[in-house]
């Protein structure tokens, strides 16, 4: 009888013993495929995103071409000459130093935070011949250095002008700013106009010049 109660407890030993190495056989195999998909999860969100897309481009101020006739007034109250040196501050496509190149013999340069329209604007001074006298190079206005420029001409926004009013009354006294559509609040221009183009638009020109340092 004892031996039959020895075998019987043997038997039961045995038999835990069994199924505790099952459960972590299971528990390991479990753990190995967790792994596994946390890892083809990850593949695949990479495969989502590429590491080569790049970010968007976040512009302060759409595109808006200047219309020709804003062009010739904007370079007639500026007064610009053949010895001046104009910055266009978001030149777009390059049309006002490229005019005032091939009117005066005017050395520019354009500043726009969009390649494309760096790209395009050297290419228009290509065809125009005149890149012996305009370049345009891609740039925050906010952070490039323009302080030698005896003419200054933008068409920006309300907000983007009043950030950079203070930038443009530390510029050397008499420097001359032309502005399309928007003013620079407080500070009264010298000279403004309203003009009417072919098509109908009016548009709103302003003129300054950089006051002695008080």
Known sequence: MKFRQFKFWLV?????????????IMDS?????TT????????????ATPANVAPKLELDVPYVPTHETVVDEMLKMA????????YDLGSGDGRIPITAA?????????????????????????????????RFIE?????????????????????????LRP????????TRVVS???????????KSKTIQTPNGETHYVYFWRVPEKK
Request: negative net charge; contains cysteine.
């Open 102 to 134: 091939q009117r005066f013999g005017t050395r520019g340069v354009g500043i726009d935070l969009n390649p494309e329209r760096v790209k395009e604007a050297n290419a228009n001074a290509q065809k125009a011949n005149v890149t012996d006298k305009v």
């Open 79 to 86: 007064e610009v000459k053949g010895t001046d040196i104009l």
């Open 180 to 190: 399309h559509n928007y003013d620079m609040g407080d500070w009264e221009p010298e």
């Open 12 to 24: 039961l030993g045995a038999m835990l013993c069994a199924a505790c190495a099952n459960e972590r």
């Open 36 to 47: 596994a998909n946390v890892s083809n999860t990850a593949a695949v969100g990479n495969a």
């Open 139 to 163: 740039g925050d206005l906010f952070e490039q250095d323009f302080s030698e420029a005896t003419v200054v001409t933008l068409y920006l926004l309300p907000d983007v002008n009043l950030k």
């Open 29 to 33: 195999a479990n753990s190995l495929s």
């Open 167 to 174: 930038k443009i009354l530390d510029m050397k006294p008499g």
